[in-house]
């Protein structure tokens, strides 16, 4: 189990490792945070450099409170939050966000409620390949009931950026082909995607950031692996409605996580997630049966 399990993540850490060499202008997609790689691995052979990282060190980082290190995880995970939050609020099959870089972040205690980070990132738009300094503002509740993190940012020359008329022509072909869409393995083994699945690779990016926006805590950092499958459901009403397999990278504890997503996107309307579930043990149901 343990030796299966090392080459399942192996093989999705490949996945994820290749996307940067090939995806030309999205390069800093997942590379986005290579520039620190002492701080966040995201390669394999940088992964393997994390496990050696100590327990205690991660612990203490958690906490830590006052002006931080910007290339430290505490300020890194906090910041991955504002990149998911744009993409699920403004993100478009022809505008994506990437964080760029941590300039300088605060982190504070807020009473007994949660703790709330000052951010100060550069934001880079893939597609048309903009960079912005952005201020951000991202508060982690505290409670017993786990509440999503509460994001603030202002970044208005990128999300100005008008993709209205390509999302209009995407949309009336999408609404219009009698064959509905579908795609599976964005990007495949060797990091590539084709030019006309794109923007499948894309919705599927802005759906799952509202998982990894969900999900995220001081201690996460999430990124976006793989599309495994989506497919475009019929709808009467007009809204596109797609059925997707997401696979995430969960970097801190090294996990690829897969959830199960039902969601619509419109020009006007942009990606709702209409239902979301994680798929347990993964590891063990990508094993072929009764090999034992
Ligand atoms: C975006 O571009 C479309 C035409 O492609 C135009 O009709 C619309 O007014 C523009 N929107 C903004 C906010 O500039
Ligand atoms: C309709 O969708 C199919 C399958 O994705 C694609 O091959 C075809 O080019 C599309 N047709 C138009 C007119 O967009
Ligand atoms: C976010 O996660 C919580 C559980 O932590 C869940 O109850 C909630 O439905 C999720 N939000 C969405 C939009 O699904
Ligand atoms: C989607 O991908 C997952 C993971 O690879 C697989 O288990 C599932 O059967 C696929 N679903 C479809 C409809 O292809």
Redesign the pocket.
Known sequence: MGVRTVVVLAVLLGVTGSLGVTLGPETTWNTDVTAHPNSVPETVEEMGQKQELPEEKVEEEVMATGKLNPNHYPAQRAAKVVQHYLNAQYGSPYRLFGLQKVHSGDAEDVADSGRKYQLEISVHEIISNAVQKCSAEVFFPRGETPLSAQVQVSCEELLSINTTAQEEALYQ?YK????L??AQKLPDSYGHIAA?MKPLWHLGIMASSHVMLNESTEETLYNMAQVANITQLETENDQLQFDAHILLHEMVSQEIIHWKLLFTWSPAEGTKVLQMEKLPHCHDWEKPPSTD
């Open positions: 072909q219009t082909n009698q064959t869409q579908s006309d």
